[in-house]
């Protein structure tokens, strides 16, 4: 099976700039996740989705970051508008379902914004 | 509120020896899942193993192993016989059954192995 996947690996903004980032999780995994990664906060839950319905959104992020999981096999991160706060590495992970399922992480989009 | 801690910041071992890491968590929930996951230098993230609170036996995968000290609320990953490839950097995250939240993660511990 395929594991997430992400698109693109790699994105450079200018300041005010929208970005979408995208995500296809595990084939059959309903549980989405969004991750923010940074070297100062570490990996910070951005947004949870099970069975396409929004679970939790990561209190810090509600303003500027809006997730969607527009059907069971896809899911987009918008960042509207972008700050140069925002470079980071943005992380989709899922999971099959049940808070007791192992999540698995996709290899991410670097994001620099400029 | 749920929490897990990594203290140890760095560890640096030669190769075919032994490392442990710690880890300790918090939560109010009487049952939940301890992970860890490990970060190559390209940045990606794998799962390694974990362990479910209900169950006494530690876990074992390789020649990864967990140190389940539930009493003490903590999760050592121990990795034996180690490799160059082991080299990465080491993350701890627990779940709680429950809260219904996403995993919640330690700071990690950055693992170097040298020849």
């Known amino acids: 099976d395929a594991g997430v996947t992400q698109t693109p690996r790699h994105e450079v903004a200018e300041k005010g700039q929208t970005i979408i980032l995208k995500c296809e999780p595990v084939s059959g995994h309903n549980d989405l996740f969004w991750y923010r990664q940074t070297k100062i906060q570490g990996l910070e839950l951005l947004s949870y989705f099970r069975s396409k319905s929004l679970m939790e959104d990561g209190g810090a992020f509600k303003d500027r970051f809006k997730a969607e999981m527009l059907n069971s096999s896809f899911s987009t991160l918008k960042i509207q508008p972008t700050e140069p706060k925002d470079s980071a590495v943005y992380l989709c992970a899922s999971s099959r379902q049940g808070n007791q399922d192992t999540q698995y992480f996709g290899p991410g989009t670097r994001l620099l914004v400029l | 509120a749920q929490k897990v801690t990594q203290t140890q910041t760095s560890i640096s071992v030669m190769e075919k020896t032994t490392v442990t890491m710690d880890c300790v968590y918090e939560t109010q929930d009487s049952s939940y899942f301890l992970f860890w996951y490990k970060q190559t230098a390209s940045g990606e993230i794998v799962f390694l193993i974990r362990?479910?609170?209900?169950?006494?036996e530690n876990a074992t995968v390789g020649h990864y192993s967990l140190n389940f000290q539930k009493p003490k609320s903590s999760i050592g990953l121990i990795i034996t016989a180690t490799q160059i490839e082991d080299s990465a950097v080491y993350f701890c995250?627990?779940?709680?059954?429950?809260?219904?939240?996403?995993?919640?993660f330690g700071t990690g511990t950055t693992v170097s192995v040298s020849p």
């Open positions: 995250a627990m779940r709680e059954d429950q809260g219904g939240r996403a995993l919640i």
């Open positions: 362990q479910d609170s209900y169950k006494k």
